[in-house]
């Protein structure tokens, strides 16, 4: 076969250079390939029919060989297996097949390839000489075998397998352990001489052998076990000395045994600490098992084990720390002080998880520092966004590499008290996968009823979170499992009015800024009225101050520069006319609603999780075959919602004065505008059944309304979520008239009268009703 493959190729091969071995025939071996001539030639060779061309280099040290620097005779070989390495190497497994000789080598920018002399195989003679030669030469092989550690059963059985001489003394010379220039010898010469060459090696490899096995049984009858023991541990204690480990161990384990002395520990906790220091002690401080302990015992002792002092709070203080700290949120700072008013009276947390569920920016965190701050408790925030292992909330088991407790434990020691105030920051933004689901780690902890116990997978043993008082926040619950939401007392924030973000912005952003920015006494800056509002109206669009907080920061900013380069002035005067000098073009519009009547334009009012939107719903009547067509990146109940109100119109057509076929020779098409936004919810129901049937009946909508609720079939209007947003959204686009489904009325009175000032807020319960209001009687009337 391999006379065949040279003949097609014109005795033309890829070359490998070896380093440090020389592969005989019958040899299958695998070889690391790093240098790019060779990863190319074993390319080359693999693509076309997995024969390449083997040789030794003289030196291993040689990066780039050439003629000089090989040997002349190497072997041909068949690559078996290839596997291709991160490190860009490559590994192959390679058989030896026949014997070749160099006879003009060739170098291109690639590879190396040679022209070669294919060495015929060898044959012995059955005399007598020759067989004595052989059985001497497989004897001491075997008996060389059975002497060596390098030698397996396998080699032996692979040995006696081989039918050709040839193969046999090839075999032998691949798995006697010589230098590389005896191997390669070994290769060149022909098989008599190497069946002579072979029995002299390999007798004196014996003799070593034989010499070796002996000193060794001497020296081992010499050394008796007490001996052995003794010298052992006399070396042992020798290392630890000059690692200067003895002293230090001691002094480890001293210190912790003080340590869980004066910890008030739990049964469980005080047998397992028992257990590890006894662990420790018995251990040898160069072990792996030795830091694992010692890295335990530290987590497990520098855990707050004895209960706190008995903190006192005052209702009053509290309610003027909640009253500095946060303008407006009346509703929510009462339910935060009689919760804090129960705690004082039964003195206990359990049955109070608190949820703080509001858009972003609308002080949901700081809320957290502030019941912290009233109780004189320790806070500590931990951000939930985007951990998706479990093992984040229990930790790893500490048998493995770098494991750690979870960050309820690792928040525990940072405070080191068992009574804080933890934050539970971005709940809703938590995920799962493969490693398991984390809001099902949190079950345990916000559970009051086991959470007395709390496992982590690191500390194994249970630990009391009863005293801890859990603060959760989020930006909405649609994400937030049910379980989890069962073990939560939610409390909604809404977002800001314009007249709240107007005195947060006068009392609490501006002093801020004004410090932060290195304003004293010698720069006087004046923000009016008409300034905040000008910001509020025109620069942010937000449900919380945080925009509002960046635009006056970037205002004081050029103030900054202009003191720099004016020092002579240092009064500034910032006006509602002067805010487009520093803040530039107007970003938003404060109303971006049409003023005007229009037909098949009609406003509705969304949630969103940064607050309330008002959406003004399109719709066009065309020519056509009575197709729907839904644009504006609608989701799927809103399209559900959109099918309901189209199929109302059409059930009570007569009652509008529509065109009985309609919806056999008119294409419909509802659009919502900024489509880049995705949008969905049933609460847009009404909205968009007045806008098809004012398309339809080409009866105007009145600008001045806007609306909001859920449509049925049968024209009933169901009740919706979100209303004080919605309401907010009005105010702040300037629509005085709202609908709402009149199962929503009684909301209204948990509703501050701020946001309800100045709007009117229309009750309904039919679609005919919301008709009556929102559209003009006929299609004729002058507007």
Not at 645 to 673: G, M, Q, T, W
Not at 713 to 741: H, S
Request: glycine content about 6%; charged content about 30%.
């Amino acid at each position: 076969m391999t006379k065949k493959i040279l003949e097609e190729q014109e005795n033309t091969l890829p070359i490998i250079p070896t380093r440090n071995i020389v592969i005989f025939p019958q040899m299958i071996v695998p070889l690391v390939i790093g240098r790019t001539h060779s990863i190319k030639a074993t390319e080359k060779a693999y693509g076309k029919n997995k024969i390449i061309f083997c040789v030794a280099q003289k030196s291993p040290d040689t990066q780039k060989p050439q003629q000089e620097d090989m040997y002349e005779m190497g072997v041909v070989c068949q690559i078996l297996q290839i596997l291709k390495m991160p490190d860009a190497t490559i590994r192959i497994l390679v058989e030896g097949l026949q014997r070749a000789e160099i006879e003009e080598l060739y170098f291109s920018d690639d590879y190396m390839s040679a022209k070669l002399d294919l060495i015929p195989k060898e044959t012995l003679k059955e005399t007598s000489e020759n067989i004595a030669l052989l059985q001497t030469l497989e004897h001491d092989f075997k008996e060389y075998g059975k002497l060596s550690r390098n030698f397996s059963d396998d080699v032996l059985i692979t040995y006696e397998n081989l039918k050709s001489m040839d193969d046999k003394v090839d075999f032998m010379a691949s798995n006697i352990d010589l230098d590389l220039e005896v191997k390669q010898k070994l290769l060149e010469a022909n098989l008599m001489e190497r069946i002579f060459d072979l029995i002299e090696y390999i007798s004196k490899e014996l003799e070593i052998l034989k010499i070796r096995k002996k000193i060794a049984g001497e020296v081992r009858s010499k050394l008796t076990k007490t001996q052995k023991e003794y010298f052992l541990n006399q070396e042992l204690k020798a290392i630890q000395k000059e690692l200067g480990f003895s002293e230090d161990q001691n002094v480890e384990v001293k210190e912790l045994e003080k340590k869980v002395s004066k910890l008030n520990l739990t049964e469980e906790a005080k047998e397992k600490a028992e257990y590890e220091l006894n662990k420790l002690r018995r251990t040898n401080p160069i072990s792996p098992e030795y830091s694992v302990s010692l890295n335990y015992l530290n987590w497990l002792t520098d855990l707050p084990w004895n209960n706190p002092k008995k903190g006192r709070f005052d209702l009053t203080q509290t309610e003027k720390i909640l009253d500095d700290d946060h303008y407006g949120l009346k509703k929510i700072k009462e339910r935060i002080v009689e919760y804090l008013a129960v705690l004082k009276m039964v003195k206990k947390v359990k049955g109070q998880i608190l949820c703080f569920v509001g858009p972003p920016g609308v002080g949901k965190t700081s809320l957290g520092q502030s019941i912290a701050r009233a109780l004189h408790r320790k806070f500590v925030r931990l951000s939930l966004g985007g951990v998706r292992d479990e093992a984040e909330i229990r930790g790893h088991r500490k048998t493995y590499i770098g494991a750690m407790p979870g960050i309820i434990i690792q928040a525990m020691k940072r405070v080191r008290t068992k009574n804080p105030v933890i934050m539970l920051d971005e709940v809703d933004k938590m995920s799962m996968d493969f490693r398991g689901d984390p809001s099902s780690a949190l079950l345990e902890v916000l559970d009051p009823e086991q959470n007395y116990e709390f496992h982590d997978h690191y500390i194994e043993v249970g630990y009391d979170l009863s005293q801890v008082l859990f603060i959760t926040t989020a930006n909405n619950l649609f994400s937030i499992p049910p379980a989890l939401q069962d073990r939560m007392e939610v409390i909604t924030l809404p977002g800001y009015t314009e007249y709240e973000k107007f005195r947060i912005a006068e009392g609490f952003l501006l002093p801020k800024q004004l410090e932060k920015h290195g304003f004293n006494h010698k720069i006087k800056v004046d923000f009016s009225e008409n300034a905040f509002l000008n910001i509020i109206r025109n620069y942010t669009r937000e449900a919380g101050v945080r925009n509002l907080e960046r635009n006056i920061s970037s205002v004081l900013r050029k103030i900054v520069r202009e003191y720099l380069k004016n020092k002579s002035k240092n009064s500034y005067k910032v006006t509602g006319s002067s805010i487009r000098k520093y803040l530039g073009v107007e970003r938003y519009l404060y109303s971006d609603v049409k003023k005007e009547d229009s037909v098949g334009v009609a406003n509705g009012l969304a949630w969103t999780s940064v607050g309330g939107v008002l959406l003004q719903v399109e719709v066009a009547v065309l020519e056509g075959k009575g197709h729907l067509s839904l644009t504006g990146k609608l989701g799927d109940v809103m399209k559900e919602s959109a099918n309901a109100a189209l199929s109302y119109a059409r059930a009570n057509s007569s009652d509008f004065d529509l065109e009985k076929n309609f919806y056999k020779n008119k294409d419909i098409h509802i659009h919502v505008p900024e489509g880049a936004i995705p949008k969905d919810g049933p609460s847009a129901g009404i909205t968009i059944a007045t806008a098809i049937i004012s398309a339809l009946s080409k009866r105007k909508v009145r600008a001045d309304y806007a609306m909001t609720g859920e449509i049925t079939l049968m024209g009933d209007v169901l009740p919706i979520g979100g209303l004080e947003e919605k309401l907010v959204a009005a105010q702040r686009a300037k629509i005085k008239n709202i609908i709402i489904p009149k199962k929503n009325f009684r909301e209204l009175t948990e509703i501050p009268k701020q946001i309800k000032k100045g709007l009117n807020i229309i009750p309904v319960e039919t679609m005919d009703e919301v008709l009556a209001h929102a559209l003009h009687k006929d299609a004729e009337e002058d507007v």
